[in-house]
C-alpha cells in the first residue's frame, strides 16, 4: 500500500520561510516522480512543483525563485522549501506521487488527475 505522509506545516509571519516534507512508502521513491499542490479556502487544487525521477524539476511561476523542490532519495523524501513567503501562499498544500509522470513538455504534472498518490495534506498559513 503506497503512502504519502507530509509535514512542516505552520503558521509564519509573510516573509518567513517554512520547508515541507514528504515520504512515500510502498513503492521504489528512485521510480517515483514527485510534486507538491495547494489549495486555499474555496478555491480548486493547483499545482506547485514537481520532480521527476531523473532530477528535472519545474516549478509554477506564482511561486519561482521563492520556492524549491528536492529529493532525497536515501530518505525516500521530497521537499519543498518555501522562502519570502505571502499571505496568498495560505493553502493546504499536498504532496503527489506517480508511477510515470509525462515529461515538461506534456503538461500532464499540472493537472491532479494526472497523479497517483496523494498525502493527506499539511496547512500552511501565512500572516501579514
Known amino acids: 500500500q503506497v503512502q504519502l505522509v507530509e509535514s512542516g506545516g505552520g503558521l509564519v509571519q509573510a516573509g518567513g520561510s517554512l520547508r515541507l516534507s514528504c515520504t512515500l512508502s510502498?513503492?521504489?521513491?528512485?521510480?517515483?516522480?514527485m510534486g507538491w499542490f495547494r489549495q486555499a479556502p474555496g478555491k480548486q487544487r493547483e499545482f506547485v512543483a514537481v520532480?521527476?525521477?531523473?532530477?528535472?524539476?519545474y516549478v509554477v511561476d506564482s511561486v519561482k525563485g521563492r520556492f524549491t523542490i528536492s529529493r532525497d532519495n536515501a530518505k525516500n523524501t521530497v521537499y519543498l522549501q518555501m522562502n519570502s513567503l505571502k499571505p496568498e501562499d495560505t493553502a493546504v498544500y499536498y504532496c503527489?506521487?506517480?508511477?510515470?509522470?509525462?515529461?515538461?513538455?506534456?503538461?500532464?504534472?499540472?493537472?491532479?488527475?494526472?497523479?497517483?498518490?496523494w498525502g493527506q495534506g499539511t496547512q500552511v498559513t501565512v500572516s501579514s
Open positions: 503527489a506521487a506517480d508511477r510515470n509522470l509525462p515529461s515538461l513538455g506534456a503538461y500532464a504534472y499540472r493537472r491532479s488527475g494526472s497523479w497517483d498518490y
Open positions: 520532480m521527476w525521477r531523473g532530477g528535472s524539476t
Open positions: 510502498g513503492r521504489s521513491f528512485d521510480s517515483t516522480d
